[in-house]
Nanobody, 122 residues
Framework: QVQLAESGGGLVQSGGSLRLSCAPS????????VGWYRQAPGKERELVAQ??????????NYADSVKGRFTISRDDGKNTVYLQMTSLKPDDTAVYYC?????????????WGTGTLVTVLS
């Protein structure tokens, strides 16, 4: 079972920045997609950013609400995915989850981290 270990959440003032990290227990090259989702209180979990086709380098996709403010990246040497968040707004307050999937012969396997809380103060 692949595990995804997130870190980097915390409390920040509006307009501030944070960087989230996700370190999988498997090689980054084994994943088809890696990314970040978030869930705000009383809302459904939503996609924030992801790298699709991660094995071959990948293409980054972003939710419209974070385009231009958030950047997803990966460091293969450290086997880590990052979410750099800038110009944070109170609406960005949520639990952020790392997500990854693998395409296996038996089907698609999806993994989730336990989440890291980001709180943006107005």
């Amino acid at each position: 079972q692949v595990q995804l270990a997130e870190s980097g959440g915390g409390l920040v003032q509006s307009g501030g920045s944070l960087r989230l990290s996700c370190a999988p227990s498997a090689s980054m090259h084994s994943f088809n997609t890696v990314g970040w989702y978030r869930q705000a209180p009383g809302k459904e979990r939503e996609l924030v950013a992801q790298i699709i086709d991660s094995v071959s380098g990948g293409t980054a996709n972003y939710a419209d609400s974070v385009k231009g403010r958030f950047t997803i990246s990966r460091d293969d040497g450290k086997n880590t995915v990052y979410l750099q968040m800038t110009s944070l707004k109170p609406d960005d307050t949520a639990v952020y989850y790392c997500n990854a999937d693998q395409l296996m012969a038996s089907g698609r396997m999806e993994y989730w981290g336990t989440g890291t809380l980001v709180t943006v103060l107005s």
